[in-house]
């Protein structure tokens, strides 16, 4: 064999692998129809969203029947110096000042401006003839409804706009304090169910499916029947907790098995309280939510279709390489041309070379695909061809150098769950690369799958330059060269 190489002799090997590759169809189909088939299945799988979750629920929550204008009257009707009378607000103000001395007007808002923390008042006016009498009625009534909101929401704090006319004053009377109150109570309290609020929220939302349930019991039986993915319960006292400070539980029956759409039914119930709340109350938090990168609603071809790509120009090189060339072995092919002018050199390179195209040609036809279901890395693309072809040239490589040792296809099959399996989970395209074990949080790092992920994300959502991923770059070199070195060096059998 010649000691040397030449450029002719390689290019001989590389068309003559080409031509073979187009004869060969079990070989064209690989090649060409599978990277195509399994990169649309991903493709569509995963430009997907989780949707219509069928969740069965019941709510049983009642609206809240107190008020507090009707806490205030129990306080004064329970002083014995207060005589109460019932008034509508046309009548109200009949024999004031006479035989009535005060009027209490109790708002139609009352107990929704109280919850809804707006300015709430109560209108108090007084006619009588001394002093000492209008501040017992200013007294008695500030105490009543202080009293009242005590019980109604655990704090005091209410405006009383108070017109009062003594029209002789004088010395207070040696009697009786007592007097008369026209009360108009026009509260209608808080006539709205917020677990009723929740369940028009959450029927509105595509991503659930609204499974109505009459008891907390067919809820259940909806999640073990599986019938439904999730089950919501809310409790009859869901409101009055609510409104008064305590609380109140929502309980959710899960089918656990079904991660991903729990998730969404558990965040589609979140916005649903959270909406509840604000739309009621008028309370909650205004979130503002700034994308440093990316962007809201990104799918998952988005954000792992460019690692995708190189995975599968790893996978595919890898086996149509090693099968490929340990079929040229046992074929005699190999050592047929050690009786040639060939080196064994010109034959590693020929060979690299051939299979390099056939994985750029499938890299190409996976781009493709990727690029149609997410556009949005087609601006970065540019940046990506050196990760990619340094990728498939250390795939190409180390297939060849695995393919020397193993005597039948078989064995090459076999190194997929070894080598080219792990990388899926170990490269940070789904999972990140924070969740291994301090212990092993060296091991993506023996992938050469791993520095390609890095340098993609840099590229495509982080806006990095050539500089920035100069070291996956150089990672990706070490594996090429070492590929070649490992091809070069083991020669094939006499």
């Known amino acids: ?38 990169t649309f299945i991903y493709a569509i799988m995963f430009t997907g969203t989780v949707a219509n979750v069928p969740t069965a629920i019941f709510v049983n929550d009642q609206a809240w029947g107190t008020t507090l ?7 004064l009707e329970g002083n014995e110096n207060v005589t109460v009378i019932h008034r509508s607000l046309t009548t109200a103000f009949l ?54 909101l005590t019980q ?66 067919e809820v259940i039986d909806s999640v073990r029947s599986e019938t439904s993915t999730v089950g919501v ?21 899960v089918n656990g098995i079904e991660t991903t759409e729990v998730g969404t039914v558990l965040a589609a119930v979140q916005e649903a309280l959270a909406d509840a709340a604000k739309s009621v109350l008028d309370r909650g938090t205004d979130v503002s939510i ?18 995708v790509i190189g995975f599968f120009a790893l996978f595919f090189g890898f086996i149509i390489s090693g099968v490929f060339f340990l079929r040229e072995r046992q074929q005699g092919t190999l050592e047929r041309m050690r009786a040639s002018p060939l080196s064994d050199l010109d034959v590693v ?30 601006s970065a693309m540019g940046m990506l061809v050196l990760p990619i072809l340094l990728l498939v040239v250390a795939s190409v490589t180390l297939a060849i150098a695995v393919s020397y040792r193993m005597k039948t296809e078989l064995q090459v099959v076999q190194m997929i769950p070894i080598y080219v399996v792990p990388q899926i989970f170990l490269s940070g395209i789904f999972f990140p690369l924070s969740m291994l074990p301090s212990y ?55």
């Open 290 to 307: 700034t994308y440093v990168y990316g962007a809201a609603g990104m799918s998952m071809i988005e954000l792992a279709g460019p690692s």
């Open 233 to 253: 319960y809310l409790p009859e006292n869901f409101t009055s907790l609510l409104l008064t400070g305590g609380k109140p539980t929502v309980e959710i029956f």
């Open 95 to 148: 024999d004031f000042g006479t035989s009535v001395q005060a009027v209490l007007l109790l708002p139609a808002g009352l107990t929704l401006g109280l919850l809804k923390s707006t300015n709430t008042s109560i209108e108090l006016y007084v006619n009588v003839t001394t002093w000492p009498q209008a501040n017992y009625i200013i007294s008695t009534i500030g105490n009543a409804t202080s009293n009242a």
């Open 349 to 378: 390179i020929g060979y690299v070379i051939a299979f390099i195209g056939v994985s750029l040609v499938q890299t190409t036809m996976i781009t493709l695909v990727i690029v149609y279901y997410s556009p949005s890395i087609l």
């Open 152 to 217: 109604f929401v655990g704090r005091t704090g209410l405006t009383v706009d108070r017109n009062v006319t003594v029209l002789v004053p004088a010395l207070p009377p040696a009697g009786s304090l007592s007097f008369n109150l026209s009360l108009v109570d026009e509260d209608v309290g808080f006539p709205v169910a917020i677990g009723e609020v929740v369940q028009a929220s959450l029927s509105t939302n595509g991503n659930v499916s609204l499974v109505l349930c009459h008891s907390r019991e």
């Open 1 to 38: 064999m010649s000691p040397g190489t030449s450029t002719s002799r390689i290019w001989t090997i590389v068309r003559r692998i080409s031509r073979q590759i187009r004869r060969d169809r079990r070989t064209l189909g690989l090649m060409l129809v599978a990277p195509l088939l399994v």
């Open 69 to 75: 204008g009707g806490t205030i009257t129990s306080e």
């Open 440 to 494: 092993l949080a060296f091991l993506p790092y023996v992938f050469p799958l791993t520095y390609y992920v890095m340098a993609v994300k840099g590229v495509v959502f982080f806006g990095a330059t050539l500089l920035d991923i100069v070291i996956p770059i150089i990672a990706l070199s070490l594996y090429a060269v070492l590929g070649v070195g490992l091809a070069v060096a083991h020669r094939p059998e006499s």
